[in-house]
Nanobody
């Protein structure tokens, strides 16, 4: 079994900051890309940021300059530092990892359970 567990969501005022973290655990052979997605009420899930094993990041235009993604390959973790938060950042944020489980023939896409981020005064 493989699990992705997120932490760090919550309520914050506009202009504030939050840091999300996600740890992958279980029978994992290797992890490829990791990232964060979000889904607001009535909207489709969208990519926020992703990062390769080598540390190359990719961001949605809406968060460039405000969010920073990072990962620790030794600890199988990915984090998202969110600064200058806006009300439109309000959503459920999901951790994502493309990884190869032990004894698996190929890579599988895994999701965390999601963590709520609410930006409101």
């Amino acid at each position: 079994q493989v699990h992705l567990v997120e932490s760090g969501g919550g309520l914050v005022q506009p202009g504030g900051s939050l840091r999300l973290s996600c740890v992958a655990s279980g029978r994992i052979f290797s992890i490829d890309a990791m990232g964060w997605y979000r889904q607001a009420p009535g909207k489709e899930r969208e990519l926020v940021a992703a990062i390769t094993t080598g540390g190359s990041p990719n961001y949605a235009d809406s968060v460039k300059g405000r969010f920073t993604i990072s990962r620790d390959n030794a600890k199988d973790t990915v984090s998202l530092q969110m600064n200058k938060l806006k009300p439109e950042d309000t959503a459920v944020y999901y951790c994502n990892a493309l990884l190869i489980p032990l004894y698996s023939a190929g890579a599988v896409n895994y999701w965390g359970q999601g963590t709520q981020v609410t930006v409101s005064s």
